[in-house]
């Protein structure tokens, strides 16, 4: 039997069919390939994103949180100060070993100097006298002064010439002490409406106290027969104070009504 007459190197014919069909196996596994890749970045991407949305609320919950956290504290505190009663803030009237109030006969109603002229006082705190021509005002006056920011001391008088009573606490009582932030918390409470403030007086305002006293509250009476009054004492406390602006409230003064 003789072979059928074909030429060794002629290709099959399944051949190209083969080929065509490989490319095109070829050419969907790169397809897929691709959309898997794509879908894989994809993926990448939205975690990526989803770690860096993250990371970014855990910031701005922070941020709320560091600023929310004090501000409900400082409102409970304000809650908690408006509810309390002026008489329960410091020690109570026999824990303040507060001497007698003292009277003098008032002097320097109207007598201003030029702004910077050192002006001696004899008394210490003074509670009247002479004093500086340019009195406090606006968002100079305040409940409460530090020794950072308290004025002049002759500035200081010429509120007590308008009606102010002022609280004020010597060198020993400092930031953090219980004496400190009961008479913040006093005069925060009677408000600047009150026209009780409350100041530092230090040895080089020109003495100390008398009698080991760390506290003395001051008022100028008047308009009519003119005294300065003073009430020494060892600790704050809100129920002597109060019992003070009773007694003698910002309308007895030589100059009422003035800022």
Known sequence: MTAPNVRPDHPSREGPVATKKQKQEERRARAEAARAAQQA?????????????GAAAVVVIGLILAALVP?????????????ADLA???VSENAAG???PVTKDATGSGQHEN???????????????????????????????????????????????HGHTIVWYDDSITAGDADYEAL????????LDSY???????????????????????HWTGPADQKGVWQYCDKVS?????????EHPKESAPEPGAA
């Open 115 to 161: 702004p910077g002229t050192p002006i001696t006082y004899p008394d210490h705190p003074p509670a009247f006298g002479k004093h500086w021509g340019n009195f406090l005002y606006g968002s100079e006056i305040r409940t409460f002064y530090s020794r950072q920011d308290r004025p002049e001391l002759e500035r200081m008088v010429h509120s007590l010439e």
């Open 238 to 246: 809100g129920s002597v104070i109060k019992s003070f602006v009773t």
């Open 184 to 191: 913040e918390q006093i005069t925060s409470k009677l408000g």
């Open 71 to 83: 501000f409900l504290k400082d409102r409970s505190a304000d809650k908690k100060l408006a509810d």
């Open 88 to 90: 329960s803030l410091g």
């Open 41 to 53: 970045a994809a993926r990448k991407e939205r975690m990526r994103a989803i770690a860096v949305f």
């Open 98 to 100: 507060c001497r007698a």
């Open 196 to 218: 009780v403030m409350a100041a530092p007086y230090d040895k080089a305002d020109g003495g100390a106290f008398p009698d080991g006293a760390h506290v003395a509250i001051t």
